[in-house]
């Protein structure tokens, strides 16, 4: 009697199966990056005569390893943050060649001149929880943003969108090279207005 030979499995398109399984998941996985915060470093440059910078146009903020904030070495809530922010940057309080036009504050003298000398001093304690550090720089961001969309709803009504809408669209992969190019010195013609002027000090460290 012949002897029956025994079944064989055909595994030759194991590994092209293998290399499809691959490829699918690498293009369906969604694979999580953390995201950082925008900031522009300044040029390097070694200035011989560096500005004199008025107190009156910084606006100190701190933030303090028990995560209390201190604007202007009082003790303040977050939710008092940004609009304490919009009435130094907006002040306008400069005479003459310092004076701004455009500014809606108080004028108060003791305050910021104007936009372009006005610096924001944001200075965070070692322990400061990561939370809070971002919350109270979301909130200085949203000062500037929150002037910025006053000046483009006003310089630009046709538009009919904010400074943040018309960022976000000239930032946005979709949006045209026309269009991006329309939009381009409307956002740098505020910007110019109200530049972001926000300094962050280094750390302090907290004593043991």
Do not use: H, W
């Not at 910025?148 to 949006?175: G, Q």
């Amino acid at each position: 009697m012949a002897k029956r030979s025994a079944p064989e499995v055909n595994a030759g398109s194991m590994a092209d199966i293998a290399f499809l399984l691959l490829i699918f998941f690498l293009v369906t996985t969604t694979i999580e990056t953390d995201s950082g915060i925008n900031r522009k470093l300044p040029p390097n440059e070694e200035l011989e005569d560096p500005p004199i910078i008025k107190q009156k146009n910084i606006f100190t903020v701190v933030v303090n390893k028990n995560n209390q904030l201190l604007v202007e070495e009082e003790l303040t809530d977050i939710s008092d943050l940004r609009p304490l922010a919009v009435e130094f940057l907006d002040n306008g309080g400069g005479i003459d060649e310092e004076s701004c036009n455009y500014c809606q504050g108080s004028r108060d003298p003791k305050s910021s001149d104007n936009p372009e000398k006005a610096i924001i001093s944001l200075k965070n304690d070692r322990e400061t929880s990561y939370k809070v550090y971002i919350s109270v720089q979301n909130e200085l961001v949203a000062a500037y943003n929150e002037l910025r969309d006053r000046e483009f709803l006003r310089l630009f009504p046709n538009e009919y969108m904010s400074f943040v809408e018309a960022n976000k669209k000239y930032s946005d992969p979709r949006t045209s090279p026309e269009e991006k190019a329309r939009l381009r010195p409307l956002l740098s013609e505020v910007k110019i207005m109200f530049p972001q002027k926000l300094s962050e000090a280094e750390p302090s460290k907290t004593k043991s």
